[in-house]
């Protein structure tokens, strides 16, 4: 039976602590990193597990004496384009996330047999600076496509939250609620982070101010 070769597309900036923490390996064929200038031994890290990394900090600016990345979807290209074409399909999984083996195995089994070229995937996003009253972490999920054909073509847009260019209408289908990926990063408490992503959907809603994604983070969810 044809079994899929699968690639996994990571951009990481600084991102060691939790890497080290949440990180899989030797789930899916090969890993292609795109380290956006990482001090902290990130690169090394994902070079010391056996990933294909490259470097790519044109997306980056300095503010305030550190490194920012200002551009997502840049970088998400860059690494796209530093995965062979001899590679069946790319699933993005950022440097803080995680995927339960049986996911893996039902991604494997979906991409043998589908005719499709993409498909959405549940993000459950963990945040531990925030405790429900059974005292687990709260928990913010939303669909979004990370699973799609290498070779396609397929590019992201947006400087932040950013999307691969397919139709908007599908995305949440099925198939999402049967894929999940662990998000270990998530956090409300988090004040250096949450003015710069504020900023950087600021920028983005000059860019395209009919965006209601970006009216959300802007005037809803960072408000």
């Known amino acids: 039976m044809f079994r899929p070769k699968i690639a996994v597309s990571i951009i990481c900036l600084n991102s060691l602590e939790r890497s080290q923490k949440h990180y899989k390996f030797g789930q899916f064929d090969s890993y292609f990193v795109t380290d956006c200038g990482s001090t902290d031994g990130t690169r090394s890290f994902f070079e010391m597990n056996s990933a294909t990394v490259s470097l790519f900090t044109s997306c980056n600016e300095e503010i305030e004496n550190e490194t920012r990345l ?3 979807s840049a970088a998400r290209n860059y690494n796209l384009s530093q995965i062979p074409s001899d590679f069946d399909w790319i699933i993005s999984i950022d440097s803080d996330e995680n995927l339960d083996q049986a996911v893996v195995d039902r991604i494997y089994k979906l991409c043998e047999s589908t005719e499709r070229d993409w498909f959405s995937v549940t993000i459950w996003n ?4 925030v405790k429900r009253p059974d005292g687990k972490p709260h928990i913010v999920y939303g669909c979004i496509c990370r699973l799609f054909r290498n070779n396609k073509g397929f590019q992201y847009k947006y400087l932040i939250h950013e999307r691969l260019d397919i139709p908007e209408k ?4 099925e198939v999402a ?9 998530y956090s409300f408490k988090r004040p250096e982070s949450n003015k710069h992503y504020y900023e950087l959907n600021l920028r983005q809603l000059e ?3 009919f965006s209601h994604r970006h009216c959300f983070f802007v005037y809803g969810f960072h408000k």
């Open 207 to 209: 860019l395209t101010p």
């Open 170 to 173: 599908g995305t949440q289908d």
């Open 70 to 72: 200002m551009d997502f």
């Open 126 to 129: 963990l945040d531990p600076s």
């Open 177 to 185: 609620k049967e894929i999940f990926i662990w998000h270990h990063g």
